[in-house]
């Protein structure tokens, strides 16, 4: 009967005991999950970093000694006689070029469809799943089909046929950057163009585009990286040229092809340059890809 | 353009159609070519189809549906077989995102929930960046970093744990060359991993706030929330995020032609070296000559590669459409 008057303290009833315990346990053992789930994740954030840095210090400390005033003067020679790179840097600067001149309108009047013509047609919709596979499909291919519409029909490898493939490789990521920039220009802006009585052609190409123009940019500077490195595509159509040669009939020199053949090869000399070219190129294409990430950011 | 613009509308009232007829010629070209390029992307795509598999017909020809699954290739006597270079590819591939995932899943948790506000920024940037370094730089770093301390250190180490291993064990067995499936499997990853990571962050910034926010104030954990929360929600864009690294794997060339040793038959050990479609192409293309038999089936090769990265990157697309939808 006394009992009943003076409360017993909750920690004294056995079962909530238990209970608080257990809890206090899962609590632990969820706690100890969250914990165990973090460092893994920071783990793989770091393991990411790490081979980043791995290749960036790799082309730097293989790739740096061999920078030198003639890498960038001497035409390739053959092992042992001190070339150096200048006919792959002018081969593949012509061919990015070109390319990307090609490419670009083509990629930007598609884009400019997409956002500006095809609202939710079944052809806008297939013209956008289309270049969406065209932007991840294997660039080995793209070579191929060059090899087989131009190469074999026109008797040999060819700058022209290198500039072609590549431009199919700009197309894609023009057509992605110019759709999505041209969908975030508020639509108040073209209705109050046309409502001046602009004709609509007037509106996209002076207004939107106008708009739009560092995404554009953007798209254009992701694009020359893509292709500037690309390698694969170049194998079945410019092929590589050890001569000096601005002849765009002929087959033509390009750096990624010439870091292939130089990199397999048993010579010293040839796997340093192989070394420096690979780093002049990742700098390049970081640096245009940081630049792609400044020139949008400038306009945000 | 205020000025040009303003002077038109005085005066458009009574000469409002001749204007209109002029700017109607205007938006017919360009909406025209606008509708053209559109097609050309279509044509495009349709034409490398067509010029792939015609370019294969003669190997389609000779060989028949055997092509596929033979094992065969011997450029002497002209026999030609698919199966190899498909093993080699899908295999690598499959292996790549099983290394892949789990450590990109890692950095798309930690760029979304876990880093300081700071630091997603530049992390973020920096494994963005890995994706853009080109094919070629990581064959070569492949090559001549990677190759070496599997060879001396890894592969050793797995061969003689794991390879004693009853069921498992025999494919980590042999000679560690360094070069082999598993080592182009490890490179690809590797490329594939900022691909994945970027998309799974994308998708994971997309959960609504207020989910999370009612989990945590249930006294959830983050691990909890990203584990009941926010994967159920973006289930489907994450598989369709996987789905395009698979795409990039399964034709990735350049990076697979220096580590994988590049012999035409199946081993069973992982360490053996194989071949992709991709690299058997790369690698052989400069010794078979215009018309020949070998040309046409590495055309052929070519056209299985599309048909099958066409399938992968036609359901990831669709995967991630539906997010955009829903």
């Not at chain 2, 199966?83 to 789990?102: D, E």
């Not at chain 2, 990735?252 to 081993?267: D, K, L, W």
């Amino acid at each position: 009967m006394s009992a009943t008057t003076s409360p017993t303290p909750v920690s004294s009833i056995p079962g909530r005991a238990k209970d608080r315990a257990t809890s206090e346990a899962l609590g632990r053992s969820r706690a100890r999950a969250d914990a165990i789930v973090r460092v893994l994740c920071t783990g793989a954030t770091v393991l990411g970093l790490f081979f980043l840095a791995s290749i960036l210090l790799t082309l730097l400390i293989r790739g740096a000694g061999g920078i030198s005033l003639s890498v960038f003067t001497e035409v390739t020679r053959p092992p042992g006689s001190h070339g150096g790179l200048l006919n792959p840097i002018i081969g593949s600067l012509i061919q990015v070029f070109l390319a990307t001149i090609v490419g670009t309108p083509i990629g930007m009047l598609v884009g400019t469809y997409l956002a500006e013509y095809a609202g939710e047609s079944r052809f806008g919709q297939l013209v956008r799943f289309v270049s969406d596979v065209l932007l991840s499909a294997p660039s080995i291919l793209i070579g191929l089909f060059v090899y087989q519409i131009l190469v074999l029909p026109f008797g040999g490898f060819s700058g022209w046929a290198g500039i072609v493939a590549l431009a199919i490789i700009v197309i894609p990521v023009v057509v992605r950057t110019t759709e999505d920039m041209l969908r975030l220009i508020p639509n108040t802006l073209r209705e109050a163009v046309i409502g001046l009585g602009a004709p609509k052609w007037k509106m996209i190409v002076l207004v939107c585009w106008r708009a739009a123009v560092s995404g554009i940019i953007t798209g254009i500077l992701l694009a020359v990286a893509r292709v500037a490195g690309e390698t694969a595509p170049l194998l079945f159509t410019s092929l590589g040229n050890l001569n000096w040669s601005l002849n765009l009939s002929q087959p033509m020199s390009s750096l990624p092809i010439t870091i292939y053949s130089y990199a397999g090869s048993p010579y010293e000399d040839w796997i340093t340059l192989a070394w420096t070219g690979a780093l002049i190129i990742t700098l390049g294409v970081l640096g245009l890809n940081v630049l792609a990430r400044s020139v949008l950011r400038a306009r945000k | 353009m205020a000025q040009v613009a303003v002077p038109e509308t005085l005066e458009v009232a009574p000469a409002r159609p001749t204007t209109r007829k002029g700017s109607g010629t205007g938006d017919t070209i360009f909406a025209f070519l606008c509708r053209a390029s559109a097609a050309l992307v279509l044509v495009l795509l349709g034409a490398i189809i067509v010029e792939l598999f015609l370019g294969g017909l003669p190997a389609f020809r000779a060989f028949g549906a055997a092509f596929i699954s033979s094992t065969d290739w011997d450029p002497v006597q002209e026999i030609y077989g698919a199966g190899v270079p498909i093993y080699g590819t899908i295999l690598t591939a499959i292996l790549a995102l099983l290394l892949a995932v789990p450590v990109a899943f890692g950095i798309a948790f930690f760029l979304t929930e876990l880093a300081p506000e700071w630091m997603r920024g530049p992390v973020g940037t920096a494994i963005e960046l890995l994706a853009a370094v080109p094919s070629i730089i990581f064959g070569m770093w492949g090559f001549f970093v990677i190759v070496p301390v599997m060879a001396s250190t890894i592969q050793p180490a797995i061969i003689d744990t794991v390879g004693e291993l009853p069921l498992i064990g025999s494919l980590f067995q042999g000679p560690p060359f360094g070069t082999g499936l598993f080592t182009a499997a490890l490179i690809l990853a590797i490329m594939v991993l900022p691909f994945i990571a970027a998309t799974m962050r994308d998708v994971f910034l997309q959960v609504p706030g207020v989910y999370k926010e009612s989990a945590y104030g249930l006294g959830s954990t983050r691990w909890e929330v990203m584990r009941k929360v926010v994967l159920p929600y973006t289930r489907v864009s994450v598989v369709g995020g996987i789905m395009l690294g698979l795409g990039r794997a399964l034709g990735e060339t350049m990076a697979v032609t220096f580590v994988i040793g590049n012999a035409n038959r199946i081993t069973p050990s992982l360490f053996g070296p194989g071949n992709t479609i991709a690299s058997i192409v790369a690698l052989e293309f400069g010794e078979s000559g215009a018309g020949s038999l070998k040309l046409s089936a590495l055309l052929a090769l070519g056209f299985l590669l599309f048909v099958i990265s066409f399938a992968v990157l036609a359901l990831s697309r669709w995967l991630l459409r539906s997010r955009l939808k829903g």
